[in-house]
């Protein structure tokens, strides 16, 4: 196997895919990595469900609309937190789990997700494998547990689509490492640091607006001719124009990201939780600083 630190640091997230099945001990592989991540409390409250099939894949792509790697990778994982299982295990037992109603039970769980889910990243990376993340299942919850007919206290919160890489992207921008390390204890940078910062990372808005935009979304434009609206310069130029953008966070915060639309979704995904079960969020009142 490649040198583990060099593989970690040339990992990219793929979304061009050769069409070429993945063979079944492959899978199991990577399947195994994620079961023997690192789990809080041993407790392992996380299911996995594999989407190999044509029409299974084309169906979960078509919920997340404009991303059609999702249909074309031949394997994509749905990694979900299940308190189903754990409930039920309690409940066999003659007690209770109630961690649908636990915040840190969640933020625990949703850690170990993530480990498990990374895991099977960097084994995939080991195989000759490529794989990108989609967090946009958090936005379709609803969708996603109805047609995988995901039982009350499963939350499905991130897909992993792998493949054999077609084409893989050559840079990445990044912080610098000492950037994002703090010593000892944190250090609040200058003005000037910070925007250098990111300066370092995004380049000047200004100086080739072209090359900039081809960096700002360069795993999108090497996905090639999957979906011309991600590579659609001309077109986000416009945009930008429409909403005034003179910089790099105006970029990725007015345009890319835009902040009023991501705090509007807070009651869509607090419903789609509550709809599985979860209602963490209403179980403290904090203005009178305890249980309701």
């Known amino acids: 196997m490649t040198d583990l630190y060099q593989l970690m ?3 990219r997230s793929v979304r061009n895919f050769e069409d070429r099945p993945i063979p ?3 899978v199991q592989k990577l399947l195994d990595a994620a079961n023997n991540a690192p789990t809080g409390g041993n407790i392992q409250p996380i299911s996995i469900i594999a989407v190999t099939g044509e029409k299974a894949r084309k169906e979960l792509g078509d919920t997340f609309g404009s991303q059609p790697w999702v249909a074309k990778a031949p394997l994509s994982l749905i990694f979900c937190i299940d308190f189903h299982r754990l409930k039920r295990w309690a409940s066999l037992l003659d007690t209770e789990f109630k961690g649908e109603m636990s915040l840190l039970h969640f ?11 990374q895991n099977v990243v960097i084994l995939a990376e080991g195989l000759g494998l490529g794989s990108v993340y989609i967090g946009t299942v958090q936005e379709a919850v609803d969708e996603v547990r109805e047609h995988f007919e995901m039982p009350e206290y499963v939350l499905p919160l991130m897909v992993l689509c792998i493949g054999y890489p077609k084409s893989v992207p050559k840079y990445i921008p990044k912080l610098k ?5 703090h ?4 250090r609040v940078g200058s003005d000037d640091e910070v925007r250098k910062m990111f300066d370092d990372k995004y380049g000047d808005l200004d100086d080739n607006l072209d090359n900039y935009l081809k960096r700002a979304f360069v795993e999108s434009v090497e996905a090639g001719e999957q979906s011309a609206s991600w590579a659609d310069i ?5 945009e930008m124009e429409k909403l005034a953008i003179k910089n790099n966070a105006q970029f990725l915060f007015d345009f890319r990201y835009p902040q009023n639309i ?5 009651e869509h995904i607090i419903s789609s939780f509550k709809k ?5 969020l209403g179980s403290v009142d904090t203005s009178k600083g305890g249980d309701r």
């Open 9 to 11: 640091m040339n990992r």
């Open 24 to 26: 079944e001990d492959v």
């Open 107 to 117: 933020m625990i769980s949703y850690a170990d997700l993530m480990c498990a889910a």
């Open 177 to 181: 490492t000492d950037d994002i390390i």
């Open 183 to 186: 010593y000892g204890k944190y």
């Open 234 to 238: 001309e077109k986000i130029k416009k």
């Open 262 to 266: 991501m705090v509007e979704l807070n």
């Open 276 to 280: 599985a079960g979860f209602d963490f």
